[in-house]
């Protein structure tokens, strides 16, 4: 057995098979647990070429255990990979979507370099051979040749496996790096493709365990993923602070006892980041550095931060630098014990924490302990106007249910951008930040946005329980300080259906038109309210004049009351619902306002509605019309022609197809991008249309469209 360290260009450069046997498990990774801090962290690496050339830094991929395999080509050196297929598959996915986007952008050199690390040399390629360098014997099979061999660009929708999770991280990695180079102009976009490739190639690293055929794979196996109980990143760092203490001298007994408040329960703790469990102490000195050094973090890299933020960036010997920590785990402490009590009024900070544990997310409390940093003294005023501004912003994404996936990184630019910001400036400066983000992924949304998407949102259905309560606590909340009464209690209140989810017995209504529409009122924010406690269910069920009665009787709420005083005299009814939809969401657009004038606009709308666009909606728009011709574009069938249907298909050799990529596939025989694939009379491709669609003002395709 022989261990090395390796980057990606060594391991991969000369022609080989790296087999996946047949035992292994299929590809598990996803996005949320896997992809994405696998992407921020290349990405991390990659901004920090361009931004600091003078660094050299790397990211360690963690493990693989290679078997040497009697090659079944005397020209290929073949190895079984016992251990590690995960990042392994992982990274050729990587690499083969990079290498597409920079082939399709001419890229070539580049594309070529990246190549290198996923497929054989022709000349090395036995006939009807697979020229993958990686190569899965289970299930995973079909789709990894199928998503590695599709010729650029890739139309994923389009492949006979775009359900496999193989396909969805291509499809994933594709999304993220088209966006991280970005729409820029041809100088910037080379050079950020140059770091990337470079980083792929030079700056991952992998300790490869080598075996011999005759050596026992299965026990190396068993030895390395023993469970155990691994060391947090707190333990690491309290190894580290009192081993520096001690070699600076320090009284590390006092320290301990006097200065390190995280042997405490409250720090053991166990908590929810996601899908992972993380102890509490772990997850603030993540956040803290993060407020100290204005960088995003993956919590896998908290230790290493740590250690170098001490040793290379923090100007303090650790006696002087624990006091520092201890002030403001102490605040953090009592922010977050505040937040979980379920009465009392709660300030701007430890309401932000309430919503941001009811929302599932953390995103905010960097930002939190940057504003609350020793010796910066902000005003109350400047920090509840800025926290306000911030979680408008991540709020209204998630009134949408956008992604929160970058966000991470736009609390580290507002706190690396504006660490020299004054108080008066520092509110304008944050705002005008967030403001000018223009892509999907990050952007602030607006009113007109918001207003159209909730208006006849099923609410209920699509928002997380707690998310919802969150935001119908916020509009009660709003209510009661119009009268300055104290703030409603936050111990999970009953969410009532005013017109009940069964309804069909004592709601009748007669066509089945009606009926479909009132099916459709059911879940939408308007007949939703909170109440102090649970309806008998007979009574939610019931008749409306005998459940007004009862939701008088058992109400303390400002949103139920207001219902009840509504609708004296009438009958609770679809215009009522869609009436109080209007006034609920209005009134979320004051609870998290936007900046006068702000329109939330993105300049990647394909980013964002790029999988909703049919040919129908081109025709609706008038950039395609019924009967205009298609004209093949790739080189073998320069000149075959289609034609555009009435209903949006296309016709095609006398078959109809429901979409540009089936119509390529049927000519190619293989995975084709029919909106690169296509193209009409004057030479622009169907993905031109779309983006000239995408670009339009709303109003435009919407009255097109309706």
């Not at 977050?336 to 309430?354: I, K, W, Y």
């Not at 599932?360 to 020793?374: C, D, F, S, T, Y």
């Not at 106007?385 to 009134?399: C, D, H, K, Y």
């Not at 009967?627 to 006398?654: C, N, Q």
């Amino acid at each position: 057995m022989e261990t090395f360290k390796r980057t990606p260009l060594q391991l991969f450069n000369l022609p080989q098979h790296f087999v996946i046997p047949l035992f292994q498990r299929p590809y598990v990774w996803k996005e949320d647990e896997q992809w994405e801090p696998l992407w921020k962290d290349i990405r991390r690496v990659a901004d920090l070429r361009i931004s600091q050339p003078h660094l050299s830094p790397q990211h360690f991929l963690g493990a693989v255990v290679l078997q040497a395999h009697e090659a079944e080509s005397a020209r290929l050196t073949t190895w079984n990979v016992i251990d590690g297929q995960q990042r392994l598959t992982t990274l050729q996915l990587l690499a083969d979507a990079t290498c597409a986007i920079f082939a399709q952008a001419g890229l070539s050199k580049y594309a070529s370099q990246l190549e290198g690390l996923t497929h054989n040399s022709e000349s090395f390629i036995e006939e009807d051979d697979s020229p993958l360098k990686v190569r899965h014997l289970n299930n995973d099979h079909d789709a990894f040749l199928e998503v590695m061999t599709a010729e650029p660009p890739v139309d994923h929708s389009d492949l006979r496996h775009h359900e496999s999770r193989i396909v969805h991280a291509h499809r994933y990695f594709t999304a993220a790096v088209t966006q991280w180079l970005g729409n820029t102009g041809a100088d910037e976009f080379a050079t950020r493709a140059k770091e990337l490739a470079r980083v792929l190639l030079d700056d991952l690293q992998l300790v490869t365990i080598e075996l011999k055929a005759s050596e026992n794979s299965q026990e190396i196996f068993e030895t390395l993923n023993a469970r155990g109980t691994p060391l947090t990143a707190a333990d690491l760092i309290r190894n580290f602070v009192f081993q520096r203490l001690e070699a600076e001298g320090g009284d590390t007994k006092k320290a301990y006892r006097e200065d390190w408040p995280f042997e405490a329960k409250f720090w053991t703790k166990e908590v929810s980041v996601g899908r992972y469990l993380v102890t509490r102490s772990s997850l603030f000195f993540n956040q803290w550095l993060i407020s100290r050094t204005g960088e995003e973090i993956s919590p896998q890299s908290t230790f290493t931060r740590f250690k170098s933020y001490v040793e290379l960036g923090a100007g303090h010997k650790m006696a002087d630098l624990l006091p520092v920590i201890k002030r403001q785990a102490e605040l953090y402490e009592r922010w977050t014990e505040a937040s979980l009590r379920p009465d009392g009024n709660l300030g701007a900070v430890e309401m932000a924490f309430h919503r941001m544990n009811a929302a599932g997310i953390e995103l905010l409390k960097p930002l939190m302990l940057w504003l609350h940093e020793p010796g910066r003294d902000l005003p109350q005023h400047v920090i509840d106007a800025v926290i306000g501004v911030a979680e408008s912003w991540v709020i209204r994404r998630q009134l949408l249910r956008l992604t929160g996936s970058d966000l991470g990184r736009i609390v580290a630019e507002l706190i690396h951008a504006n660490s020299d910001a004054t108080d008066g400036d520092l509110l304008e400066r944050i705002t005008r930040h967030l403001a000018r983000l223009n892509v999907t992924s990050t952007y602030w949304p607006g009113d007109d946005e918001i207003r159209a998407a909730l208006k006849d949102e099923p609410a209920y259905r699509r928002y997380p329980r707690p998310r919802l309560r969150m935001f119908l606590e916020a509009i009660e909340n709003h209510y009661r300080a119009e009268t300055k009464q104290a703030q409603v209690v936050r111990s999970g209140l009953p969410i009532e259906h005013i017109l009940p989810q069964k309804w069909q017995e004592n709601w009748p209504v007669e066509t089945p038109e009606e009926q479909q529409d009132r099916q459709a009122h059911v879940h939408r924010l308007g007949n939703l309210t909170l109440l102090t406690a649970p309806l008998n269910s007979k009574v939610s069920n019931g008749p409306w004049p005998a459940k007004r009665d009862a939701m008088l009787k058992h109400n303390t709420i400002s949103l139920t009351g207001r219902v009840v005083a509504d609708t004296e005299g009438t009958a609770w009814r679809e215009s009522l619902i869609d009436h109080r939809t209007e006034v609920l969401v209005e009134t979320l657009l004051k609870v998290w306002p936007v900046p006068e004038g702000h329109k939330g606009q993105v300049v990647d709308p394909q980013a964002k509605a790029e999988d909703w666009v049919q040919l129908k909606h081109l025709i609706a728009a008038g950039l395609l019309v019924p009967g205009e011709k298609l004209i093949a574009t790739h080189r073998d069938f320069k000149g075959v022609e289609a034609h555009v249907s009435l209903d949006g298909s296309i016709e095609l050799d006398g078959k109809r197809f429901t979409a540009p990529s089936p119509a390529g596939h049927h000519l190619r025989k293989k995975a084709t991008n029919g909106w690169y694939f296509w193209a009409v009379a004057d030479g622009r491709r169907l993905r031109d249309l779309r983006a000239q669609l995408q670009n339009m003002p709303a109003s435009e395709p919407d009255e097109a469209e309706h």
